[in-house]
């Protein structure tokens, strides 16, 4: 029989997490963490780990008699281009089937941009967007971060956007957040410095580089915020133009939590608690692709509440600080 103990830190999500296993009984601490952007870590990385590899399936959706037909095209080498050209308007999303990657694919697509979606599945990328609009837009690349050549899936793209995590089903897994939150996305981050693309956008978490209550109580998950600091570290220091965004808890809002909600944009380190939907993060993360002369070397933490004014997104992101 499980054993559990809970921890309370205030409302939010409850995180179930294993201490020990004896004789086939599992031991169990519950922690409910107020919305918090490391939960985010855990929630909007669902996307899973990304993969990647040369071989490319492009996904057309074609409407037949009010329903989605599907047609796969597969090849080794779908776009041949001149060396060096990326185009702003292709974005290559790793971790494209989560709830913030995918949110963000539709939101792109929305936006007249092209995407390049990083999967490790490309039936589960054609199941999950299946419904997307715009799909004509949208490539999907079989995309493994932690074992494959990466340059080459990105293609012409101008624009990555990370938005992979640990998944928090596989809590027992000690690796997890080392091996996706950091190494994964350093990989990701060193194709994108080789290709010279144009601009990175990473999507981590509160607390990565402030220690303070509840974000703090992440690290519980296999010290999943310092890995995530560490990727924060290397994608900063890897010379490319960059927007790191940190979002609250993702876990409880919906996507009508922004009816109540409205967005606040704050500089790094301001915030050790708070929600925000994953649909805001990928309207946010759309903004910045629309505007990466606002966006360019910028630290975003974002959060929602009801007292905070409708606004703009591109007038949040000209009065954020820049890190240069």
Known sequence: ????????????????????????????????????????????????????????????IRAQSGTQDVTKEASSDTSKLEAGKKNNNVVFVAGATGKVGSRTVRELLKSGVQVRAGVRDVSRGQAVLKATDKSESLEFVKC???????????????????????????????????????KATENLI?????????????VSSLGTTKFGWPASILNLF???????????????????????????????????????????????????????????????????????????NKVLEAIAETTAPLRPLKDLLAEAPSRK
């Open 190 to 202: 060193k194709a994108a410095t080789s290709a010279k693309v144009n601009h990175f956008i990473l």
């Open 222 to 296: 296999w010290g999943v915020l310092i890995w995530k600091a560490k990727a924060e570290k290397a994608l900063e220091e890897s010379g490319l133009s960059y927007t790191i965004v940190r979002p609250g808890g993702m876990e409880r809002p919906t996507d009508a939590y922004k009816e109540t909600h409205n967005l606040i944009l704050a500089p790094k380190d301001t915030y050790s608690g708070g929600q925000v939907s994953s649909l805001q993060i990928a309207e946010l993360i759309a903004a910045c692709v629309s505007n990466l002369d606002l966006a360019g």
């Open 1 to 60: 029989m499980a054993t559990s103990m809970l921890l309370r830190a205030g409302p939010g999500p409850v995180m179930q997490m294993p201490v020990s296993r004896a004789q086939g009984n599992e031991m169990h601490t519950t922690l409910q963490s107020p919305s918090i952007g490391g939960a985010r870590s855990i929630a909007a990385g669902r996307s899973g780990h990304a993969m990647c590899s040369r071989e490319r399936a492009l996904l057309k």
């Open 144 to 182: 493994d971060l932690e074992n494959d050549a990466i340059e080459s899936c990105l293609g012409d793209a101008g624009v990555v956007v990370c938005t992979i995590g640990a998944s928090e089903k596989e809590i027992s897994d000690v690796t997890g957040p080392y091996r996706i939150d950091y």
